[in-house]
């Protein structure tokens, strides 16, 4: 449920202070891609993962029992509340290692700031927020860069290690296997409310503020192969990232998707976001619907996440499966 804002009355509210929120202002995928495409980066014998399925983190071997990991994540507001943004977007970040199967080890803050417009204290928060979420992962914050900047913007370059037997990766789903999720969705539209609204969602907020480290180790420990981490793309556009570099289909069950609560009335009245819109543009191509599948459920399923769960291509206990992979092309939503 909506609750009251918990800011001082007279406290800017930080949403109005970007054209988008969260991951939800992101480039569009399919304009990403065009704009990548045929760049390879520098590869080489040590390069474990790179810019071919679109990882969410690059993993070189230093050792061989030893991979180190990099990734970079910032974004505008998301949230009104300083702390909260900063603990959102430090989980995000960090999300990326977890989501190779690695355990973040350093990170640094990444901060663009409206000097002129927003008071350094307010940056104090957001960077204090961060820091309080980076504490809980175990993962020292050991400097940064900051600039001036029209928008206000917040995230974290991390890197982590990781055994590079036990990566898990973009392009290793097999068919046959089941397919979790390790957070609701829905956050998006719940995001796209707050910033028209200023109504405030606890749920979504702890939702995005958790870390997936658990659900990574689980995966790890379970012997997972394949899994990215759903964000700015939606679940039909992160899970079409994964299929297509594995070289699976999937089926995914509608009714077995976990929402947030107050996402399908955010959706009801009309807080969809550009960029879920842009999200199913995209994935549209490779989507086939059953009877009953509606225009708004796959909205629903296209929403751009922030800082949102593990697409595991696995079992894990206590998280829902809500699909399996097969051995054709696209995604059937039933």
């Known amino acids: 449920m909506p609750q009251l804002d918990g800011r001082a009355a007279d406290a800017p509210r930080l949403t109005g202070y970007a054209h988008g929120g969260g991951c939800a202002c992101k480039i569009p995928p399919g304009e990403l891609e065009d704009v990548v495409r ?20 690059g993993a070189v071997l230093v050792r061989d029992d030893l991979a180190i990991l990099s990734t970079a994540d910032f ?3 998301v949230v009104d509340d300083a702390f909260d943004w900063g603990r959102i977007a430090a989980a995000n970040a960090l999300s990326d290692i977890y989501a190779m199967g690695g355990r973040p080890i350093m990170a640094i803050n990444l901060v663009g700031w409206p000097r002129g417009v927003l008071t350094p204290d ?20 050991i400097g940064g860069h900051s600039i001036d900047d029209p928008e206000p913007k917040y995230g974290m370059a991390v890197t982590g290690v990781a055994h590079p037997d036990r990566l898990l990766r973009n392009d290793g789903a097999k068919p046959g296997l089941p397919i979790t999720l390790t ?17 405030v969602f606890a749920e979504a907020v702890e939702t995005m503020a958790a870390l997936n480290r658990d659900a990574a180790e689980d995966a790890v420990a379970a012997g997972v192969r394949a899994a990215t ?9 992160h899970l079409y990232k ?32 550009g960029g879920t819109r842009r999200n199913l543009d995209w994935v549209r191509p490779q989507v086939r619907v059953a009877p009953g599948v509606t225009e708004d459920d796959l909205l629903l399923l296209a929403d751009a996440q ?7 291509v696995g079992e894990l206990p206590g998280h ?6 097969t051995a054709g092309q696209g995604i059937e939503i039933r």
């Not at 957070?183 to 109504?199: A, S």
């Not at 994964?242 to 009309?270: H, I, T």
């Not at 829902?320 to 992979?325: F, R, S, Y």
Request: with cysteine.
């Open 38 to 57: 045929g760049l390879i980066g520098q590869p080489g014998a040590d390069v474990l993962v790179g810019l071919e399925g679109g990882d969410d983190a």
């Open 75 to 77: 974004f505008t507001p």
């Open 122 to 141: 307010l940056m104090t928060e957001v960077l204090r927020g961060g820091l309080s979420v980076a504490s809980e992962a175990g993962c020292p914050v």
């Open 183 to 199: 957070k609701p969705i829905g956050v998006g539209l719940l995001n796209n409310r707050h910033k028209q609204t200023g109504e």
């Open 229 to 237: 981490d759903v964000t700015g793309f939606g679940l039909l556009g």
């Open 242 to 273: 994964m299929c297509r570099a594995s070289g699976v289909g999937a089926v995914v069950d509608l009714k077995a998707v976990p929402l947030v609560g107050g996402a399908r009335e955010a959706l009801r009245d009309g807080f969809v976001s």
């Open 306 to 312: 922030t800082s949102g769960g593990l697409l595991v």
């Open 320 to 325: 829902p499966v809500i699909g399996h992979t």
